[in-house]
């Protein structure tokens, strides 16, 4: 998931910011990016343009956590508004107990840390907003 570049949208009046300026850090951002682009339900969407302060573990400082999208998609006569977050499957859950402490295991240990301190703080967010949060995974974007 190294790949990054530039983004230029079909429907660039659906997007919600500088549509010249739209940056993916992933193949998987960029694919989300061509369905929110395409999709008629799709009304509005922005890339990195919502701002969240949470409290980092490792440091118990507060951080500021730009989720990947916001999107507002017409669902029948409603219209739901959904931040999501973009990441690995294995991202998504608490890794698995070991019986050493490996380099491996603790940068896994502090990466689900720092995305749940994130994921709480956005779940609040978006709840204050009566948004949706949604974390999307590789099997949500049907690359696996």
Same mark, same amino acid.
């Given at each position: 998931?190294?790949?990054?570049?530039?983004?230029? *949208?079909?429907?660039?009046?659906?997007?919600?910011?500088?549509?010249?300026?739209?940056?993916?850090?992933?193949?998987?951002? !960029?694919?989300?990016?061509?369905? $929110?682009?395409?999709?008629?339900? /799709?009304?509005?969407?922005?890339?990195?343009? =919502? =701002?969240?302060?949470?409290?980092? *573990?490792?440091?118990?400082? =507060?951080?500021?956590?730009? *989720?990947?999208?916001?999107?507002?998609?017409?669902?029948?006569?409603? /219209?739901?508004?959904?931040?999501?977050?973009?990441?690995?499957?294995?991202?998504?859950?608490?890794?698995?107990?070991?019986?050493?402490?490996?380099?491996?295991?603790?940068?896994?240990?502090?990466?689900?840390? /720092?995305?749940?301190?994130?994921?709480?703080?956005?779940?609040?967010?978006?709840?204050? !907003?009566?948004?949706? $949060?949604?974390?999307?995974?590789?099997?949500?974007?049907?690359?696996?």
């Amino acid at each position: 998931m190294a790949y990054s570049g530039k983004y230029t *949208p079909i429907n660039y009046k659906k997007y919600a910011g500088d549509h010249t300026n739209i940056w993916y850090r992933s193949l998987w951002e !960029r694919k989300a990016m061509q369905r $929110f682009d395409l999709n008629p339900n /799709v009304i509005e969407w922005s890339s990195e343009e =919502v =701002v969240i302060p949470y409290i980092s *573990p490792l440091d118990r400082k =507060v951080h500021r956590y730009f *989720p990947d999208f916001l999107i507002k998609l017409k669902n029948g006569n409603v /219209v739901e508004t959904i931040l999501i977050e973009i990441k690995p499957d294995s991202q998504t859950k608490p890794p698995e107990k070991k019986k050493k402490a490996t380099k491996k295991y603790i940068t896994e240990i502090a990466t689900w840390g /720092v995305n749940e301190a994130k994921w709480i703080a956005a779940r609040e967010y978006c709840l204050d !907003r009566g948004w949706q $949060f949604r974390v999307l995974t590789e099997y949500d974007l049907k690359i696996k």
